[in-house]
């Protein structure tokens, strides 16, 4: 990648984001389409953000991934809201538009598009479970929804939490019935008996997460439960992809379902994003590759 001194500008916020896959991807786009953009991630603590983002508007950023813990406070520096943002209530990504910065949540895109290309079908009419109730969960509910899943359950720890969830999603995705769900509520059985995808969008099993192992242990205590009720036929799609076999996968595979990580997803709310910023379709194959090829993936 040529550098030169009208490059722009675009980057990664979050903490921590030393593993994330991000500038390997899009500096791989932007150099195989010629574009004179360099992509960066920026370790960015809580308390750090309101100067952050004054310093990347000061500097003429033209666009940014936001990750964990800025997808909400991220809000309160952004000029203008897209309708999937809003509903979500969660931004993933900021593109500028003239001076100020319109706030995207491409995950649902991305949940959708990385789904369909593993079922190799449409999702409308499927019904799916849920499990965990935070932004990530919201994106793939809304995702779910608006591609006309059956029924959307969610499943969390605190269900008043999956409740709040789903109470906010219904009214506007009236064609999809939404059900929530504590995990050690007995109705949720019936859920998983029905259940044609089981998506785990809680960060339990993921490497980067320090006491993982304790948390992960926790989650597998309530999925061989729920093993016992779901069809031979479920899906399973985790949203962590590192490491690259979960235990939610493993778990899937030991009983003969078949199971993705969430790598796809990753990859696409990337080519949604570089879109967003480039307003150039997103050179899929090359932004695969590179991932793949990269030693932390
Ligand atoms: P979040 O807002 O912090 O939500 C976390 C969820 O997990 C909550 O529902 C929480 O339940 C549950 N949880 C946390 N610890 C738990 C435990 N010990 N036992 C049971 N449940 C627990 O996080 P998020 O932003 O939604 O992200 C969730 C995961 O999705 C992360 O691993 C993230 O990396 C991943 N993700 C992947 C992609 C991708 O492109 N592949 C995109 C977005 C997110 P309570 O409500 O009860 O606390």
């Known amino acids: 990648m040529k550098l030169s001194a009208k490059t722009q500008l675009c980057c990664l916020i979050g903490h921590p984001v030393s593993h994330s896959l991000s500038p390997t991807m ?6 195989a389409l010629g574009l004179d953009i360099c992509y960066l991630a920026f370790d960015v603590p809580p308390a750090s953000l309101s100067l952050a983002m004054e310093g990347l508007r000061a500097l003429g ?4 991934s936001v990750t964990i813990p800025h997808k909400q406070s991220v809000r309160n520096f952004i000029d203008e809201l897209d309708g999937d943002a809003l509903l979500v209530g969660a931004v993933n990504c900021l593109a500028k538009r003239g001076p100020g910065w319109v706030g995207y949540n491409t995950d649902v895109r991305g949940f959708l598009v990385a789904l369909e290309e ?6 409308s009419g499927m019904s799916a479970v849920v499990l965990g109730a935070g932004g990530a969960a919201r994106a793939v509910a809304v995702s779910l929804g608006r591609a006309g899943a059956s029924r959307v359950s ?8 999956a409740k709040l969830l789903v109470d906010g999603l219904q009214p506007h995705l009236e064609g999809t019935t939404f059900q929530a769900f504590a995990w050690d509520q007995a109705e949720c059985g019936d859920a998983l008996a029905t259940a044609d995808l089981l998506i785990n969008a809680t960060p339990l099993g993921m490497s980067a997460v320090a006491g993982s192992e304790a948390w992960t242990e926790s989650l597998l205590t309530f999925q061989k439960l729920a093993l016992t009720r779901l069809p031979a036929h479920t899906v399973f799609y985790d949203l962590i992809y590192a ?10 595979l030991a009983s003969g379902h078949s199971a993705h990580n969430g790598l796809g997803m990753l990859l696409h709310q990337g080519a949604e994003s570089f879109r967003l910023w480039t307003r150039r379709d997103a050179p899929i194959s090359i932004m695969r590759a590179a991932m793949a090829s990269d030693g932390t993936s």
């Not at 899009?26 to 150099?31: D, L, P, Q, R, S």
Request: glycine content about 6%.
């Open 118 to 123: 593993v079922l190799e079908t449409s999702i």
């Open 61 to 64: 950023a033209i666009g940014m």
């Open 154 to 161: 969610v499943i969390n720890r605190a269900g008043e939490r």
């Open 26 to 31: 899009h500096n791989a786009a932007f150099e």
């Open 243 to 252: 490491p690259e076999r979960t235990p939610f996968m493993e778990l899937a």
